[in-house]
């Protein structure tokens, strides 16, 4: 094809694209109206960055000075916020409800069984259903009982004539030095916003693109795409992901901007190595919106598949859940997601800071998505001009 002479054409399919842009703002409030939502939405979500004062339940059936000081140090915790009920019906009530995370029943006797050696037990209840709030509850209270259990103990090797230092080498023989790479904090926005926000971003550029192709079979303008274009698909594909690009890259950039500059999140590479890898992110999402409405030049059934393909990249992506420990044959299907290799590009860059030597490999696989739609072009073009394809 004449590069050159293709280029009046190519400006013609662009210029078509954004006169469809202002007729139709669908386009606009679909992309960068979604985007900023959710920019706005989880970045003020998770703004405290670790849930606090997460109220629990405590029964405290024995009431002695020991049973009090547990419920004030288990208050006093930032995770904790300590709710005290008479009985343990009120509080399964309110554990029902959903007003409470946990729940902590102090037995009776529990003061008096510890100074006999009569080892007390604590029954502690959590609520499952709420998978965060559920689990640092009980982390807090499991805490406090081994801090707990720690005290009584000191204090008994204490009344034996024992110095602190032996105190603690009897209690805690081995010291655990704790060191969270990237996220110190434990905050749970840098954990999840770097990467729900792309996410969100390639479903976005898949429903987007899909429409946008989709429509012009929907309302009949195929024909007339394919006349602006000069007669060529890879002319007319071209033009309308030249604006798409442009857009989509946009976004990418100021989100990379908004979470590495504007909001500090920690970064051990460089900002710049990220605006390449959310380039290569857009550039394979649109390629993979490309070969489903290439497969499918059906809208309904396109944008449906596309939607189901975009979620599920979330879960094989790797982030919540280590794609390597997932079955063999799933660990594949991961492969075909351009986000599971951008998180691989991110943990090389911004936890580890790696540089080119840890994601020249990403960037090898997801310029590899944009010669997958290739082969189908004429397909398209075929469906495009003959549309002998359900519309609706």
């Given at each position: 094809m004449d590069i050159i002479g293709a280029w009046p054409n190519l400006w013609n399919v662009i210029r078509r694209e954004l006169r469809i842009w202002s007729r139709r703002p669908i386009y606009l409030l679909g992309s960068v109206g979604v985007i900023a939502f959710c920019a706005i939405f989880f970045l003020t979500f998770f703004r405290d960055g670790l849930p606090h004062d997460l109220p629990i339940a405590v029964v405290d059936n024995d009431n002695s000075s020991t049973s009090r000081n547990f419920v004030r140090q288990l208050d006093a915790t930032q995770l904790g916020k300590v709710v005290q009920f008479d009985t343990f019906a009120e509080a399964r009530e309110e554990m029902q409800r959903g007003k409470v995370y946990g729940i902590c029943v102090i037995p009776e006797n529990f003061n008096a069984d510890?100074?006999?050696?009569?080892?007390?037990?604590?029954?502690?209840?959590?609520?499952?259903?709420?998978?965060?709030?559920?689990?640092?509850?009980?982390?807090?209270?499991?805490?406090?009982?081994?801090?707990?259990?720690?005290?009584?103990?000191?204090?008994?090797?204490?009344?034996?004539?024992?110095?602190?230092?032996?105190?603690?080498?009897?209690?805690?023989?081995?010291?655990?030095?704790?060191?969270?790479?990237?996220?110190?904090?434990?905050?749970?926005?840098?954990?999840?916003?770097?990467?729900?926000?792309?996410?969100?971003?390639?479903?976005?550029?898949t429903i987007v693109l899909l429409y946008s192709f989709g429509a012009e079979l929907k309302y009949g303008t195929s024909k007339h795409l394919i006349q602006t274009a000069g007669g060529s698909i890879i002319v007319a594909v071209a033009g309308k992901l030249i604006v798409y690009t442009i857009l989509f890259s946009t976004l990418g950039f100021i989100l990379m901007i908004l979470l590495y500059h504007i909001m500090h999140f920690p970064i051990a590479g460089s900002i710049f190595n990220m605006f390449i890898a959310i380039?290569?992110?857009?550039?394979?999402?649109?390629?993979?919106?490309?070969?489903?409405?290439?497969?499918?030049?059906?809208?309904?059934?396109?944008?449906?598949?596309?939607?189901?393909?975009?979620?599920?990249?979330?879960?094989?992506?790797?982030?919540?859940?280590?794609?390597?420990?997932?079955?063999?044959?799933?660990?594949?299907?991961?492969?075909?997601?351009?986000?599971?290799?951008?998180?691989?590009?991110?943990?090389?860059?911004?936890?580890?800071?790696?540089?080119?030597?840890?994601?020249?490999?990403?960037?090898?696989?997801?310029?590899?998505?944009?010669?997958?739609?290739m082969p189908l072009l004429k397909r398209l073009k075929s469906a495009y001009i003959l549309r002998n394809y359900p519309v609706d």
């Open positions: 510890i100074q006999a050696f009569r080892r007390p037990t604590f029954h502690y209840y959590l609520n499952g259903l709420y998978m965060v709030g559920g689990a640092l509850a009980y982390k807090d209270i499991l805490t406090m009982i081994n801090l707990t259990n720690g005290a009584v103990q000191r204090e008994m090797f204490r009344a034996k004539g024992m110095n602190d230092a032996q105190i603690m080498n009897m209690i805690q023989p081995i010291i655990i030095d704790t060191h969270q790479i990237g996220n110190v904090y434990t905050n749970y926005g840098y954990y999840l916003s770097n990467m729900l926000l792309p996410a969100i971003l390639t479903i976005v550029i380039f290569l992110l857009v550039i394979s999402s649109e390629a993979v919106a490309l070969l489903i409405i290439e497969c499918l030049p059906v809208p309904r059934l396109a944008l449906s598949i596309g939607a189901l393909y975009s979620v599920l990249g979330i879960s094989l992506s790797g982030f919540t859940l280590p794609a390597e420990n997932l079955p063999s044959f799933v660990q594949g299907w991961a492969e075909c997601y351009p986000l599971r290799h951008y998180y691989l590009f991110y943990v090389q860059e911004v936890i580890y800071g790696a540089g080119f030597a840890g994601w020249w490999l990403q960037v090898i696989l997801m310029l590899l998505f944009l010669f997958v739609p």
